[in-house]
């Protein structure tokens, strides 16, 4: 179980191939969230590894939330460079969560900006609707 690094220069394909070792490693050791994301940040090295050093700073100095493990593999496969708006947005529908999903598509937004901003929306929505029933 050994997982090559990941730089963020590598094709589509070769970073759902990481993705595929790293949730199997996850599935096989029963990791917790937070030991899931120390697991990631150690496998980044150069493009990646800035990446997450300012991710991490930007949100400390904003006081949000650490990304979580799904929104890490989403922006990871999202900022390949895709043709065009249209299949960026497609391919950043098909990582969502089954239930903002079904929310999200029958909009029918193209714009991959406006998609991530909805999908933020309708999971907001989503653990405010959980928080109350609980």
């Given at each position: 179980?050994?997982?090559?690094?990941?730089?963020?220069?590598?094709?589509?394909?070769?970073?759902?191939?990481?993705i595929q070792d790293i949730e199997e490693i996850f599935r096989a050791l029963e990791c917790t969230d937070?030991?899931?994301?120390?697991?990631?940040?150690?496998?980044?090295?150069?493009?990646?590894?800035?990446?997450?050093?300012?991710?991490?700073?930007?949100?400390?100095?904003?006081?949000?939330?650490?990304?979580?493990?799904?929104?890490?593999?989403?922006?990871?496969?999202?900022?390949?460079?895709?043709?065009?708006?249209?299949?960026?947005?497609?391919?950043?529908?098909?990582?969502?969560?089954?239930?903002?999903?079904?929310?999200?598509?029958?909009?029918?937004?193209?714009?991959?900006?406006?998609?991530?901003?909805?999908?933020?929306?309708v999971e907001q929505n989503l653990k405010k609707g959980a928080?109350?029933?609980?």
């Open positions: 179980m050994h997982p090559p690094n990941f730089d963020g220069r590598s094709d589509p394909k070769a970073v759902e191939d990481w937070q030991q899931k994301l120390w697991f990631i940040a150690f496998k980044l090295t150069g493009e990646a590894k800035r990446w997450w050093n300012s991710e991490k700073a930007i949100r400390e100095a904003e006081g949000t939330r650490m990304i979580k493990v799904p929104q890490f593999k989403i922006i990871t496969l999202c900022t390949y460079p895709i043709p065009n708006e249209e299949k960026k947005a497609q391919k950043f529908e098909e990582g969502l969560n089954h239930k903002i999903y079904e929310r999200v598509i029958v909009q029918q937004i193209h714009n991959f900006s406006e998609l991530v901003h909805q999908a933020m929306l928080e109350l029933q609980e």
